[in-house]
Structure formats: C-alpha cells, structure tokens
C-alpha cells in the first residue's frame, strides 16, 4: 500500500533551520505531484509548498515564502522541505501529501503522511 513517511522534525531556536524528508513507497513517484502542509493547535491545515512531477515547478503559501524550499528527488522516491529562518509561528506538524496536480488544496491530495512536529522557541 502507499505510504508516505515523514522524518526531520524536532525542536529548533528561532532563527534556526530544519530539513524535513518524506520517503514515499507503494506508489509511482514520479506520477505525482507533492506537497507539504502543516497545522498548528487549534488552526486549520495550512498549505505550505507543492512541486510538481519532475520538479520544474515549485508554489508556495505566503509563510512559505523567501524561507522556505521544496524539492524532490525522484531517484530517491523522496520530497524534501528546506525550513530556515523559523518562526515560532512556524510550530505544527507538517504533513507530506501526493497528488496529481499541484495544488495548494488539500483535499487534491489522496495520499497523507502521518506527520512530523516542529517546534520552534522563541
């Protein structure tokens, strides 16, 4: 079955940066576009960065942007979200999803990591 797994969180200072994974198997990877979103205590899911297929095409969510990068290899079957600069705005559980389309709406998105926390103190 498909499973995607998210791995790189942890607890960061302000200012700080994180790398996070997403290992994805049971699926044709190349087939599908990416994305990360991520949801804080008591917030709705927040879309934070998509790419496409081959990885030509990257979109990002306004909190995203000029901090953070997504990429992928797809040798590797792996999605990747570079985070710098953070925030403590930035604390929620990120979550990796796969899609045909690259989209900032979740419910494009049919297959769901189980997540991965990120705290950032300030």
């Known amino acids: 079955q498909v499973q995607l797994v998210e791995s790189g969180g942890g607890l960061v200072q302000a200012g700080g940066s994180l790398r996070l994974s997403c290992a994805a198997s049971?699926?044709?990877?190349?087939?599908?576009?990416m994305g990360w979103f991520r949801q804080a205590p008591g917030k709705e899911r927040e879309f934070v960065a998509a790419i496409n297929l081959g990885g030509g095409f990257t979109y990002y969510g306004d909190s995203a942007k000029g901090r953070f990068t997504i990429s992928r290899d797809n040798a590797k079957n792996t999605v990747f979200l570079q985070m710098n600069s953070l925030k403590p705005e930035d604390t929620a559980v990120y979550y990796c999803a796969a899609g045909p389309h690259t989209t900032d709406v979740d419910r494009t998105y049919g297959y769901w990591g189980q997540g991965t926390q990120v705290t950032v103190s300030s």
């Open positions: 049971g699926l044709i990877f190349s087939n599908y576009a």
